[in-house]
């Protein structure tokens, strides 16, 4: 099992930016690929971006690309998203997951193929 400890969340303007971080532990050393989803009040836990933890390999949801881009330190276990032209609609909770297992076809998309959660971080952006 991995920990995972989400930080860099808070309140920004519209235009602004943000750049989330996600710390890995315990069982890190295998992970095969980290994402972001988010959750917004009433809404569906959506899919943000993944990156594949050995190629680098990224995908980012069509609402999100060009704005947010995903990155990882190897060395440091961690994953970042930063967040640029945020918008009032991405406002929500974002948590990283975790996938340790080598798994080719994953559909990483979906969050039933992640393993591992953080508790999640607030994004807010005002108008």
């Known amino acids: 099992q991995v920990q995972l400890v989400e930080s860099g969340g808070g309140l920004v303007q519209a235009g602004g930016s943000l750049r989330l971080s996600c710390a890995a532990s315990g069982r890190a050393g295998r992970l095969f690929a980290m994402g972001w989803f988010r959750q917004a009040p009433g809404k569906e836990r959506e899919f943000v971006a993944v990156?594949?933890?050995?190629?680098?390999?990224?995908l980012y949801s069509d609402s999100v690309k060009g704005r947010l881009t995903i990155s990882r330190e190897n060395g440091k276990n961690t994953v970042y998203l930063q967040m640029n032209s945020l918008k009032p609609e991405d406002t929500a909770v974002y948590s990283c997951a975790a996938q340790t297992v080598y798994t080719p076809g994953m559909n990483y998309y979906s969050a039933l193929d992640y393993d591992d959660w953080g508790q999640g971080t607030q994004v807010t952006v005002s108008a």
């Open positions: 990156i594949e933890w050995s190629s680098g390999f990224a």
